[in-house]
C-alpha cells in the first residue's frame, strides 16, 4: 500500500528565510508526486507535480521540489519565503497524475507558520 | 476560479436530515472524486467516478451516497449522519484514460453535524 509521510506538523520561518518542507513516500512503481497548498477555509491548490524526467521540478509561487527515489523523498523547497506563505502543505503520491481508480494518498501536512 | 465549484461552502444538519453537496467542473474533465478532509488526518479518499462510473467507494459507510449523472457534475448525497461525519468534503476532478492530468480540487463544504 501506498503512503506518505510528512515528519513536521508545524514549521515556524522568519519572512525572507529559506524553507524546504519534508516528504518521504512508500510507493511500489514509479509514483507520480504532488505538492499542494491549502489556506484557511480554502481548497488544495497545486504548487507542483513530478510524472517524470528532470528531478528537480519547478512550481508557482517560486516553489521547487526535489525528487530522490534513493530516498523516497520529494522535498519542497523556496529560498525566499513570504508572509503569504502562512498555510498548510500536503505531499501526495499517486498512480496516476490524477490519482486514477485510487485516487491520491495525502500526508498530514505541515502547517507553516511565518514569522515578521 | 479553480474550475472546480461546490456548493453549499458550508452546512449544518441534524443527525437525522437529509442533505446533498454538490460539485461541478468546467475543466472538461471525465474523472471526478470526492474526499473527506478531517482534522488531525490525512485526506480520505471516499469515492472516484470515471467516464461517469463509480470504480472506487473505499468502504465508505452507506449514509454517503454518492451521484454523478454526467461528466461535470457530482453529488454527495447525506442521510442519517453522525456527529463523527463533521468535516471538510472536498470535491476533484481529473482527465482519466491514456493520460491522465492532475486532480484540481473544489474550495469544499464544510460539513458540521448536530
Known amino acids: 500500500a501506498q503512503s506518505v509521510t510528512q515528519p513536521d506538523i508545524h514549521i515556524t520561518v522568519s519572512e525572507g528565510a529559506s524553507l524546504e518542507l519534508r516528504c518521504n513516500y512508500s510507493?511500489?512503481?514509479?509514483?507520480?508526486l504532488f505538492w499542494y497548498v491549502q489556506s484557511p477555509g480554502q481548497g488544495l491548490q497545486l504548487l507542483l507535480k513530478?510524472?517524470?524526467?528532470?528531478?528537480l521540478v519547478q512550481g508557482i509561487k517560486g516553489f521547487e521540489a526535489e525528487f530522490k527515489r534513493s530516498q523516497s523523498s520529494f522535498n519542497l523547497r523556496k529560498p525566499s519565503v513570504h508572509w503569504s506563505d502562512a498555510a498548510e502543505y500536503f505531499c501526495?503520491?499517486?498512480?496516476?497524475?490524477?490519482?486514477?481508480?485510487?485516487?491520491?494518498?495525502f500526508g498530514k501536512g505541515t502547517h507553516l507558520i511565518i514569522q515578521p | 476560479e479553480t474550475g472546480v465549484t461546490q456548493t453549499p461552502r458550508h452546512l449544518v444538519m441534524g443527525m437525522t436530515n437529509k442533505k446533498s453537496l454538490k460539485c461541478e467542473q468546467h475543466?472538461?474533465?471525465?474523472?471526478m472524486y470526492w474526499y473527506k478532509q478531517s482534522a488531525k488526518k490525512p485526506l480520505e479518499l471516499m469515492f472516484v467516478?470515471?467516464?461517469?462510473?463509480?470504480?472506487e467507494n473505499n468502504s465508505v459507510p452507506s449514509r454517503f451516497s454518492p451521484e454523478c449523472p454526467n461528466s461535470s457534475h457530482l453529488f454527495l448525497h447525506l442521510h442519517t449522519l453522525q456527529p463523527e461525519d463533521s468535516a471538510l468534503y472536498l470535491c476533484?476532478?481529473?482527465?482519466?484514460?491514456?493520460?491522465?492530468?492532475?486532480?484540481?480540487f473544489g474550495q469544499g463544504t464544510r460539513l458540521t453535524v448536530v
Open positions: 476533484a476532478s481529473s482527465k482519466a484514460g491514456g493520460t491522465w492530468t492532475e486532480a484540481f
Open positions: 510507493y511500489g512503481a514509479t509514483p507520480y
Open positions: 513530478y510524472f517524470s524526467g528532470d528531478t
Open positions: 501526495a503520491v499517486g498512480a496516476t497524475a490524477g490519482g486514477g481508480a485510487d485516487g491520491l494518498t
Open positions: 475543466l472538461g474533465h471525465n474523472a
Open positions: 467516478y470515471s467516464l461517469e462510473e463509480r470504480v
